[in-house]
């Protein structure tokens, strides 16, 4: 039995409704559609500092990344995530820079005009929970800021 084209763009318009990925499976003579999707959305309040160019924030959840934000705005704005039903229960959420500047390192900027890129992290949350517990990794990294790629913010999730 053939898919009618009629039911094949029903199908793609209750998918894309659905907000959910899919996957299309063939089963004999009966089309099966499997809609996979996420129940967990992250929302980050941050704000950037730019210099030749603005920072970029990796997002990883149970040490998987699963996006790279690009932190855009010196005033501290709303950035969402939508968490991959491949990921599983959520446990851990950690943040990174991508690439940060050394801009006192360079020998044609004088040190009062240098403001190196970062990253202001004010909040988490979980499905519109608020994550407490932030907590810094490497050096010049704080629970509210990211100022080093190496390291990053880290928050365990309780079940």
């Known amino acids: ?5 009629t039911k ?3 199908l793609a318009v209750l998918i894309a409704g659905a907000g959910g990925a899919a996957a299309y499976v063939m089963s004999g003579d009966n089309p099966v559609a499997k ?8 929302r980050f309040e941050a704000a950037g500092i730019e210099y030749s160019g603005w920072p970029k924030m990796s997002v990883h959840v149970n040490g998987e990344q699963i996006s790279v934000l690009n932190i855009d705005n010196q005033v501290r704005s ?12 959520v446990s851990t959420v950690e943040v990174r820079m991508t690439e940060e500047t050394d801009c006192k390192a360079a020998v044609w900027i004088k040190a009062h005009q240098c403001t190196d890129r970062s990253i202001t ?8 929970e608020k994550v407490e517990g932030a907590e810094a990794i490497g ?10 790629a190496e390291g990053g913010i880290k928050w365990n999730i309780s079940s």
């Open 1 to 5: 039995m053939a898919i009618s084209r």
């Open 8 to 10: 094949l763009i029903a």
């Open 35 to 42: 809609i996979i999707s996420s129940d967990n959305v992250i």
């Open 78 to 89: 709303m950035y969402e995530v939508q968490v991959p039903g491949t990921v599983g229960e």
């Open 121 to 128: 992290v004010r909040g988490l949350y979980l499905n519109d």
């Open 139 to 148: 050096e010049k990294n704080h629970p509210w800021s990211l100022r080093s």
